[in-house]
């Protein structure tokens, strides 16, 4: 099993940036690619980006030019930088991980956290 542990979310005024962590732990070798996604009340979770093992990131097309992500093998962790929040960026942010090998088929999700944008 793989465990998913979200932190860096917070109150942050428009313009602001944060950068959110994803640690993993528990069966690290049976993971593949990781993301990040969102979700807003009222909606259903959307995808920001994703990263495989090699760090290669794919990015949903609206989320380009403010999203970073990247990837830290050595420490299991993803991160994500968000620049020049918004409004609209107010939603728990969720790390995901998809097995590969013996988790081949399972996908793992943290807890989420919320980050919100206000002034």
């Known amino acids: 099993q793989v465990q998913l542990v979200e932190s860096g979310g917070g109150l942050v005024q428009p313009g602001g940036s944060l950068r959110l962590s994803c640690a993993a732990s528990?069966?690290?070798?049976?993971?593949?690619?990781m993301g990040w996604y969102r979700q807003t009340i009222g909606r259903e979770r959307e995808p920001v980006a994703t990263?495989?093992?090699?760090?290669?990131?794919d990015y949903v097309d609206s989320m380009k030019d403010r999203f970073t992500i990247s990837r830290d093998n050595a420490k299991n962790a993803v991160y994500l930088q968000i620049d020049n929040l918004q409004p609209e960026d107010t939603a728990v942010y969720y790390c995901k991980a998809e097995g590969i090998r013996f988790l081949r088929g399972r996908d793992y999700w943290g807890k989420g956290t919320l980050v919100t944008v206000s002034s």
């Open positions: 990263i495989t093992r090699d760090g290669y990131a």
């Open positions: 528990g069966s690290v070798s049976g993971i593949g690619v």
